[in-house]
Nanobody, 117 residues
Framework: QVQVVESGGGLVQPGGSLRLSCAAS????????VGWYRQAPGKQRDLVAR????????YYADSVKGRFTVSRDNAENMWYLQMNDLKPEDTAVYFC???WGNGPDYWGQGAQVTVSS
């Protein structure tokens, strides 16, 4: 049974840091491609960062380059989005998605990130 569960998020001041976690398991292959998305109120859901199934970061949105980093803990089947130097415009609900092979995307429940002083 596929499970994708997020944790982390919260309220942070501008310039602060947060780390989101995503536990993904149960897919057909060992590792999925994991994408991190965010959706601000009234806006579409946008891709922020992606890591391939081989563990390579393959995409960062221009708005987060140099500030956000994706990583993976192979032993724990955990993926992380480290967010540094956060800005108010980073405020959104963040989602992770996991895709094994050519299968569908499985989504986490979302985590609210609020950047405010």
């Amino acid at each position: 049974q596929v499970q994708v569960v997020e944790s982390g998020g919260g309220l942070v001041q501008p310039g602060g840091s947060l780390r989101l976690s995503c536990a993904a398991s149960g897919g057909r292959f060992v590792y999925p491609t994991v994408g991190w998305y965010r959706q601000a109120p009234g806006k579409q859901r946008d891709l922020v960062a992606r890591m391939t199934d081989s563990g390579n970061p393959s995409y960062y949105a221009d708005s987060v380059k140099g500030r956000f980093t994706v990583s993976r803990d192979n032993a724990e089947n955990m993926w992380y989005l480290q967010m540094n130097d956060l800005k108010p415009e980073d405020t959104a609900v963040y989602f992770c998605s996991a895709k094994w092979g050519n299968g569908p995307d499985y989504w986490g429940q979302g985590a609210q990130v609020t950047v405010s002083s």
